[in-house]
């Protein structure tokens, strides 16, 4: 009788919790904070790093600055806001901060036009070339590893080796080059300093196009596809172009999944052999190899 008294005690002490819970978290959707404020909103879009349910993504961002402040900063979507590009805004926003138990993501903050107050077709002055953090590059972008390797056939070698091995252009001037969300590159000093950026056109290719001189450096894993990428600035000015190969590297015991490897390629013959005419170059070309994240 005891042992029956105390299950039904526990039984209800149990139901009292799931309800007071129940409670706490049934509320429905409640907001916690609300303001209202003017910003300034550049003219172009931004590549920007925004943190939705604890995943960071890569986008396109208005770069904007509100009207106590001197910095451009990153900025999500606007609702009800109807941009145009190549204009500059000044508008009035509120921001609603909200809570809600029952989200899988249960607080977050929404943001919505209320007043265009101007709109001018303008350059805006000191915008930054994107807002994504360092940690971003390192941790989520492919690297072009610098350290090319290369193949040369001609009768005298030395002096070609020589050029590859100490034309600091090779190595991108000593500065880091990462390809982000398949679309954009950044070419970052040692700081961490944009030095140039903009889009990677990708475009097919079939192998019969490209130059035979790839054959004397071909990887060892399989090709599964062949391409070519084109890396301009915004308007479209052409910076780099390679020849793309893209092998499979099949599982292995460290190794869980299916990966591919990028190998960047570019025939250099015909600058070689006008610069040295005497010495009976057949094929010169280099090869990087793309680093995933």
């Not at 249960?106 to 709109?119: D, G, M, Q």
């Not at 679309?183 to 130059?211: A, C, N, Y």
């Amino acid at each position: 009788m005891k042992s029956h008294f105390l299950k039904i005690q526990f039984i209800l002490i149990v139901s009292l919790l799931m309800c007071a819970c129940t409670d706490d978290n049934e509320e429905g959707k409640k907001v916690t904070d609300y303001s209202e404020y003017t910003i300034t909103v550049a003219p172009m879009k931004l590549p920007g790093v925004l943190t939705s349910s604890g995943n960071n993504i890569l986008a396109d961002v208005y770069a904007v600055k509100d009207e106590n402040s001197t910095e451009w900063e990153a900025h999500g979507e606007i609702a009800k806001f109807e941009y145009e590009e190549g204009y500059e805004y000044q508008i009035r926003i509120s921001e609603t901060s909200y809570l809600d138990y029952r989200m899988g993501d249960p607080a977050w903050t929404e943001y919505e036009l209320l007043e265009v107050i101007s709109k001018e077709h303008k350059n805006s002055e000191n915008l930054p070339p994107h807002f994504i953090p360092n940690w971003y590059f390192e941790k989520h972008c492919s690297y072009i590893n610098p350290e090319f390797a290369y193949a040369i056939d001609a009768d005298k070698k030395e002096d070609i080796e020589n050029d590859l091995k100490t034309d600091v252009a090779y190595k991108f001037g000593g500065s880091c080059c990462y390809m982000c969300n398949a679309d954009k590159w950044f070419l970052l000093d040692s700081d961490m300093q944009t030095k140039e950026h903009g889009i990677v056109i990708r475009k097919s290719k079939d192998p019969t196009e490209f130059p035979e001189s790839y054959k004397l450096l071909m990887p060892e894993q399989q090709i599964v596809a062949f391409g070519q990428y084109d890396f301009v600035t915004v308007p479209e000015e052409p910076i780099m172009q390679y020849d793309v190969m893209i092998s499979r590297q099949f599982p292995t015991k460290s190794i869980s999944r299916e990966t591919y490897i990028l190998w960047l390629y570019k025939d250099i013959t015909a600058y070689y052999q006008s610069k040295y005419p005497d010495s009976n170059i057949n094929a010169v070309v280099i090869r990087y190899v793309v680093s995933n994240p």
